[in-house]
């Protein structure tokens, strides 16, 4: 069983961005933790970053084909992406919104998801963590 584990913009450069917000963990630490967590509960993590929205599109397509489930971190584009909201419907696995930081916490622009209405869930807050507990999640709502 395979989830995909799909980061959208700039979160190549967590560890250096903005610290204090994000924490100093890269994107290769969570990788390797999403991993080892997917291991535990059953699953083969294909975890991907990618600056490009139409790339995420083409992803979402594509775990409609390959995948049981699908943890997201849209970054920036989950406040502005249609697109992104028209591939989670499209496609017939469940999709899990995840944020590092608390979203609601912060900048009245990041208080909007276009993507929540069209995922199952969604887990922010929890700094590197929410990844691991959208697999958790992914977990309970596959069984
Ligand atoms: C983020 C929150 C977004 O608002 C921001 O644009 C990001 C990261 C998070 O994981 O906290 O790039 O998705």
């Known amino acids: ?3 995909f584990v799909l980061n959208g913009p700039n979160l190549n450069a967590l560890g250096k961005r903005e610290p204090g ?3 100093g963990k890269t994107l290769a630490d969570i990788e390797a933790d999403c991993i080892a967590a997917g291991l535990e509960l059953g699953f083969t993590v294909d975890f991907r970053q990618t600056n490009h929205e139409g790339m995420l599109v083409d992803w ?3 775990a409609g084909e390959k995948a049981v489930g699908v ?3 849209a970054g920036a584009y ?3 992406s249609i697109a992104l909201h028209d591939a989670i419907r499209a496609i ?3 999709v899990v919104e995840v944020h590092i930081s608390n979203v609601h916490a912060r900048e009245e622009f990041r208080h909007t998801s276009m993507i929540a209405p069209a995922a199952k869930g969604v887990i922010c807050g929890f700094g590197p963590h929410s990844y691991i507990l959208a697999l958790h999640a992914l977990k309970n709502i596959t069984q």
């Open 1 to 3: 069983k395979t989830i």
């Open 21 to 23: 917000i994000y924490g």
């Open 60 to 62: 979402l397509h594509e």
């Open 71 to 73: 943890a997201i971190n």
């Open 78 to 80: 989950t406040h502005t």
């Open 92 to 94: 017939g696995v469940p």
